[in-house]
């Protein structure tokens, strides 16, 4: 622990250490008020300090000290210069005492520098200039005996742009969002699980088909088998509804492919109007009549 | 650092977590539209060969296809070749409304038709088919 004051010489460079901060870096007041709780004599401390801090920016600290609630108010910005300018730095600062914590300790002054001692006046831990000591040989050395049990710690976020209010409300509300999401992909998984329990009990029913590749195959040889057989009947139908006594099939010629039919067919225009309306629902193509003959051909594939 | 700057760790701690469930989200909403497609597809291969096998695959054609020979007159049958899954034919001299009979029969039944020719020689026909199951 290390007694941190204006004329300190130098910071020690180690990665961590403690401060006993002196009355230079803090304003103090006691006040003897009806309250139980640090926590409740802390959120009273800014309107209590006000006079004196007169500053929002002051991080306020608060302990007991008998009957009575010490309340501390120091600025986080000076005391963080203040150490830089001593070769050091908040971030090393584990945790912060107040001299005023250890004002037994200061009954037998303690010298700061050759001007200046830490010293109890008027119930306060206070710098004195030396000569005003009634008696400057009976000094004592600072040393860990000072070290108070209660001890603070350096407020967090202390360099933040957002306060720890707002930084909570964005939290909780980008936190809820979060759940919010998660519990929504957690009932898509429970989907995902379901639909893959039907898609395998759907495959275990047809073990034939249960292969991706064999079930493609099978499915697509008989959709090719399907379209193939009902455009041959189809053609078959439309052909045998043009038959009449005048409309007489010559040859027809039919496979998997395609198919050619050629017919007699009447000449007069009445009937072969007929007979195109019958081949274009019939899909029968590329017809022909004329000259008292139908001809049609065209893929069945 | 981090004690420095925590209150925009803290947020940065909550959007990371609001970004995982997000991707976690899209993720399984991506994970259930391609297992539902999948499942959806499966289910109509599934379903369509099962109709399309009772129909073009369907047992018990052999009998149905034997009483075709009954229908016509032995003279009009020049060749009617039954094997396993085949079936080879060869009608002459029929008549119009005799051709029309057997094509619709041979239409009717879910034999797949390989081939189909029609000649006619003045008020007769000839027929040849060949057709398997």
Redesign the interface.
Known sequence: MILFYRDLAELPDIPRYDIMLSPQFYVIKHEDIPVKYSMQAKKLAPSILDELSGDETMTHEVFQDGDKWVFIAYDLKKLTEALEAKGGS??RVGRIYFAEQAKEKFDIPVKLNDREVLAVVNDTVTVVPTHLLENSDNLAEFDASFRPDKSFR?Q?????????K???I???I??V??????A???R??N??TQ??G??DQ??AD?PS?SG?YA??S??KK??D??TQ?RN??DR??SI?RM?SSKT?????????KGYKVIMDAPTDPKSIKSLRTIAKSGGLENLDIKAGKLESHGSLQ | MIRKYQNELIVLVAFLFLLGGFLYQKSMSSALDSSLSLSKKAAKQITETKTLQKVWASKGLKQQVAQLRDTLPPMRIKKFDQQKNKLNVHFIDLTGQELNMISTKLASLPLHIEKLTINRAGDKYEMECECSW
């Not at chain 1, 967090?156 to 720890?164: A, F, K, L």
């Not at chain 1, 969002?177 to 998660?182: E, K, R, T």
């Open positions: 908040i971030d350096v967090r976020g202390y360099s933040s742009y957002i306060s720890p707002q930084a909570m964005a939290a909780a980008l936190g969002l979060g759940v919010a999401y998660f929504e992909g957690y898509y998984q989907a995902v639909a893959e039907k898609l759907l495959l047809n088909l991706a079930r493609e099978i499915y008989f959709m088998i399907d057989q041959i009947r078959i139908k045998s038959i007489k099939i010559n040859s027809l010629y039919m496979d998997k």
